[in-house]
């Protein structure tokens, strides 16, 4: 089965520590996107990469970082600068098409839940 | 400013019933994708619908149906007839064709009562 996959769902840690995110595709798309969700304010983007080994920053990539060495793989740390890592996060991918071509539809992993004390 | 605006946090209405999530998004470009997707409680978020915006017909597709109107940059979605199992919260985003991002709205959480 083709699809995104997220480990671990919950993932607890402590204050000061870096975590890192696990996200795989197996749909042998492009683009690959991290989101961080809180109650009521939506999906946020952290970090995306159109192509392996580059990247760009989104709305809210202070205290993050990713990297894309294969295609299939796009791992996000929190880093302990984030000041307030706990929340939901998704990663999604979709084919990309260049800068001004379609944009078609994200696929979401099921999300991994972080709670940092 | 937000790009993309859903006005109603929380919907809930009764089994059966029709509903109507909206959406108000704000873009310059002329070429641009909207979409909606579902969150159930699990979690993972579920595609369900890409509209560019050179296409302006409405769809329907079984009990939902999308209402796209430039001159209002708005892109409603309308659930008929709603079930339990439509209880979610729902998400507009948008995506312009001069940036590599997908813009969200804060998303309509619905509930529908049995």
């Known amino acids: 089965d083709g699809g995104i996959t997220q480990s671990p769902k919950y993932l607890f840690r402590k204050e000061g520590q870096n975590v890192t995110l696990s996200c795989e595709q197996n749909?042998?798309?492009?683009?690959m996107y991290w989101y961080r969700q809180d109650p009521g304010q939506g999906l946020r983007l952290i970090y995306y990469?159109?192509?392996?080994?580059?990247?760009q920053k989104g709305d809210i990539a202070e205290g993050y970082s990713v990297s894309r060495e294969k295609k299939e793989s796009f791992p996000l740390t929190v880093t302990s600068a984030q000041k307030n890592p706990t929340a939901f996060y998704l990663c999604?991918?979709?084919?990309?098409?260049?800068?001004?071509?379609?944009?078609?539809?994200?696929?979401f992993g099921p999300g991994t839940r972080l709670t940092v004390t | 400013a937000q790009k993309v605006t859903q006005a109603q946090t929380e919907i809930s209405v009764v089994e059966k019933e029709d509903v109507t999530l909206d959406c108000v998004y704000e873009?310059?470009?002329?070429?641009?994708?909207l979409f909606w997707y579902k969150q159930p409680p699990s979690g993972e978020l579920v595609f369900l619908i890409r509209?560019?915006?050179?296409?302006?017909q409405n769809e329907i597709s079984g009990r939902y149906s999308w209402n796209f109107q430039k001159s209002t940059s708005s892109f409603n979605f309308t659930i008929t007839a709603s079930q339990v199992v439509d209880s979610a919260v729902y998400f507009c985003?948008?995506?312009?064709?001069?940036?590599?991002?997908?813009?969200f709205g804060t998303g309509t959480s619905l509930t529908v009562i049995p």
């Open positions: 999604a991918s979709s084919p990309y098409a260049g800068l001004a071509g379609v944009r078609y539809e994200q696929y």
């Open positions: 749909l042998n798309h492009d683009a």
């Open positions: 990469s159109q192509i392996v080994n580059d990247f």
């Open positions: 873009t310059r470009d002329t070429t641009y994708y």
């Open positions: 509209r560019n915006s050179f296409d302006e």
């Open positions: 985003a948008l995506s312009e064709a001069t940036t590599n991002q997908f813009y």
